[in-house]
């Protein structure tokens, strides 16, 4: 693989506030960058397409090893290679790791579900962890560093398992993991409540996912509090979330491997270009296809699928990034119940020609006016490579049961999320749906949409009676579909460890880190 990249490459954040780029190892055990912007590189790698459709004749754990050489990291390549195969090995259900189902001849789903925790997180968090201890293990043996660390992650349901079963045990490492107490579903509380291993921790919080998301980066940010953590108890802030660049570069490698892969089974023409439409929340996702695509994949229109909460589909169709009037809305898919996009952040610092003063000024708007607005010349290149659209809830809802019925395919809220938005975007060219969740994650809200029962409507005594690995089986027999995952279907059968919720205050995270660290 050709790349353009002068011997390692170095990262620099999205805010101009490092004056010195650092290493790949650095970036990933730092997370945040200092001052609170986002880490990038400073150099990315082009691939030609003969080099994108020869990765198909490689195992996937080949690939992602391929890719990430590309980017000149500060990891020999036989290490690499030893922990991708790690990353993605017999803990996927699929050889394929991310298999393909094509619907039609113009619309094809790329099934990121098949890891440990049913998930698209799993795609990055069994990568993340390993480059991680591989990382801090590295800078502890140059005296960079001498401490363990915390991650703190807040989660709106998904990543906070993919996370916890990527970082459980691991050594030098503790995890702790924030969700909205009431805003996940039953299956998604009791993988977090029940997560095995001796350095995990689950806090719900009182609040939402921008609650949790906001007092986590509250905590990085606060110096005195990060200083004492680390004089006191040897122990450094780091993240699993898609701030952390370690965490999006995973999900860029799966895009470039869906394109040669269609390529290679004859379902797309080389050279041909591929829409992609994604079900968005913060923006990392939908993120790593446009890097992809800057990669030399030949994607076209990034399809930004939205639900209710439609603050990415009304920012890209019009420039300005409004959350202070705007309501916070429940729906089917929780994992998009998101208003502030942090990755939103890293599109907007390469559209503008990476101007960094720009860009702190900005979030600055955001986080003490709730809103700003993007020159027209950014708005122009935003909506080059992206359009949006979002759904209501009965249309999310319907959507299920009417891909059930014309394609006898069970998706889950997100994926319809998706699917629809697509329906309503798509152009001529074939669509890469990303199905981002197994159904079985959100068995109340699939039941809803087969038996047109509406959010704001109550289930029958009977269904609500059920937990949630009770209604997934009653689910999988009315549609024949038995494909539930162990993981998911033997929930019931273990024990709740985790109970505890906090105030979602900076004040309130900061003391149960410290009760936690001191535990």
Request: hydrophobic share 35%; proline share 3%.
């Amino acid at each position: 693989m050709k790349d353009n990249l002068m011997s390692t490459n170095r990262y620099i954040d999205t805010r101009g506030q490092c004056t010195n780029p650092v290493t790949f190892t650095e970036a990933v055990v730092q997370g945040l960058a200092d001052g609170g912007g986002l880490f990038v590189p400073e150099n990315l790698p082009h691939f030609s397409l003969e080099e994108i459709l020869s990765l198909s004749n490689l195992t996937y754990a080949e690939r992602a090893a391929s890719i990430y050489r590309a980017f000149n990291i500060d990891i020999d390549d036989k290490t690499i290679s030893t922990l991708m195969e790690k990353a993605y090995g017999d803990q996927f259900d699929s050889e394929d790791i991310c298999p393909i189902t094509s619907l039609d001849n113009k619309t094809h789903v790329l099934e990121l579900w098949h890891g440990p925790t049913s998930a698209f997180k799993d795609m990055a968090l069994q990568c993340l962890p390993l480059f991680f201890a591989q990382s801090a293990a590295k800078l502890r043996k140059t005296g960079s560093i001498d401490n363990n660390f915390l991650i703190l992650v807040a989660t709106s349901g998904d990543t906070g398992k993919a996370a916890l079963e990527g970082f459980k045990d691991k050594e030098g490492v503790k995890i702790a993991v924030l969700y909205p107490d009431g805003g996940v579903s039953d299956i998604q509380h009791k993988q977090m409540a029940t997560q095995a291993g001796d350095n995990v921790e689950v806090w719900a919080v009182k609040g939402n996912f921008d609650d949790c998301q906001t007092g986590v980066k509250n905590v990085f940010n606060d110096e005195k509090f990060n200083k004492s953590l680390l004089d006191d108890k040897r122990y450094a802030l780091s993240s699993a979330n898609s701030i952390n660049w370690g965490r999006l570069l995973p999900q860029v490698v799966y895009y470039i491997s869906s394109y040669g892969k269609l390529v290679n089974d004859g379902k797309l023409n080389a050279g041909e270009v591929l829409d992609v439409c994604v079900p968005t929340g913060n923006f990392g996702n939908i993120l790593a296809a446009w890097y992809a695509k800057q990669m030399g994949t030949p994607l076209g229109k990034l399809f930004c699928a939205s639900n209710e909460n439609r603050v990415l589909t009304d920012f890209i169709n019009t420039g300005e990034y409004s959350i202070s009037d705007r309501e916070f809305v429940l729906t089917p898919s929780p994992s998009m119940d998101i208003l502030i996009s942090s990755n939103m952040e890293r599109q907007l610092f390469e559209l503008t020609g990476r101007d960094g003063n720009t860009i702190s000024q900005w979030m600055t708007d955001l986080k003490e006016k709730g809103s700003f607005k993007i020159d027209t010349l950014t708005l122009q290149k935003l909506q080059e490579d992206f359009a949006s659209d979002s759904i209501d809830n009965d249309t999310c809802l319907k959507t299920i049961s009417n891909v059930l019925k014309n394609y006898n395919y069970l998706i889950d809220p997100h994926t319809a999320v998706a699917m629809k938005v697509a329906e309503n975007l798509r152009r001529d060219n074939q669509v890469l749906i990303a199905s981002t969740a197994h159904w079985a994650k959100f068995g109340e809200n699939v039941y809803r949409g087969l038996h047109a029962i509406a959010t704001d409507e109550p289930l029958p005594a009977e269904i609500s009676a059920l937990s949630g690995c009770e209604l997934n089986e009653l689910i999988a027999n009315e549609t024949s579909t038995h494909n539930i995952p162990k993981g998911l279907a033997e929930l019931d059968s273990l024990n709740i460890r985790f109970e505890t919720v906090i105030e979602s205050s900076t004040s309130s995270i900061e003391s149960s880190v410290k009760t936690f660290l001191d535990e």
